[in-house]
């Protein structure tokens, strides 16, 4: 068998070429990195979730309207995508405050926004992927602004089919990343979703217990983070029940000591 070549590694992604021109091969890996890569380990079994959760999500989006890079998983790590030119910005949602907005605002974990909101970052980790406004991103021609218009107006769309996908499952989606990119046809481009959305890059917190389901397991050292992918897969009803036992249903309590700051919800 050919080695297939490889065109980018990213810090949990490696793209190779894929079998036809136009397509792109995303294979998933175990490694997590925070704080801009100062942190670095690996949750065991992420990559395979984080393949069949963005599968999961992708394909509901699709049927929902919103174009996606997806085309279909091809085995436990990997999927086949459109390749798309990555546009470098971020595109943060936010439901509740958390993470850096809280820092940067003064806020208290766990408020929610009196309405939901979207921010930008440019993609640039020597610069820590800093905060953008739409003026800066016009400014450097980063996207213009048909571009800017699509990606917010399905970031909005995205945000309310998600907020409904997690509820339904007992789960708050506090906030997410959205990567887009370009798809070229001839001398004109059009805005498709791609990356993945996976609990690498949403807060999840468990509607009842205020348990973090998410990265942040990870960034803030609180473990079971590799349980707490598992248990968003399972409730996605993406995991055959022997992977956790007939019937049973993950405790996470013996971490909850160690989380900060989230009193469990009565
Ligand atoms: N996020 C991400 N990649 C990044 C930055 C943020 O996936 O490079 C996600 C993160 O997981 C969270 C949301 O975007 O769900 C908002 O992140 P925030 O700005 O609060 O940054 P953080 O606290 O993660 O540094």
């Not at 850096?100 to 610069?127: M, N, Q, V, W």
Request: proline share 4%; charged share 30%; with cysteine.
């Amino acid at each position: 068998m050919t080695r297939r070549r490889q065109i980018y590694e990213g810090k949990a992604k490696i793209l190779y070429e894929g079998p036809e021109p136009g397509t792109i091969i995303q294979y998933f890996k175990d490694d997590a990195t925070a704080f801009n890569a100062e942190k670095k380990g690996t949750i065991n079994g992420k990559g395979v979730i984080n393949n069949r959760i963005s599968e999961h999500v992708f394909t509901r989006l699709s049927h929902i309207g919103i174009p996606t890079h997806f085309i279909r998983r091809l085995n436990m790590r990997e999927q086949l995508v459109r390749q798309v030119e990555i546009i470098p910005i971020e595109v943060i949602v936010r439901n509740v405050a958390a993470g850096s907005i809280c820092k940067r605002l003064g806020l208290e974990e766990g408020e929610p926004l009196p309405h939901t909101l979207i921010e930008y970052c440019f993609k640039d980790d020597a610069l820590g992927d800093p905060l953008v406004s739409e003026e800066h991103i016009a400014c450097f021609n980063w996207a213009s602004l048909e571009e800017m218009q699509d990606m917010s107006s399905m970031a909005i769309r995205i945000n309310d089919f998600m907020c409904g996908m997690f509820a339904a499952i007992d789960i708050r989606l506090v906030d997410f990343k959205l990567e887009f990119g370009r798809l070229f046809d001839g001398d004109f481009s059009r805005v498709i979703l791609a990356d993945e959305i996976s609990p690498d890059g949403c807060r999840l917190w468990d509607m009842k217990s205020g348990e973090k389901l998410d990265k942040d397991r990870f960034r803030r050292d609180l473990g079971g983070e590799e349980d707490a992918y598992r248990e968003v897969a399972r409730r996605l009803g993406l995991m055959q029940e022997e992977d956790n036992g007939p019937g049973e249903v993950l405790d996470l309590s013996s971490h909850r000591s160690r989380l900060r700051g989230m009193p469990p919800k009565k």
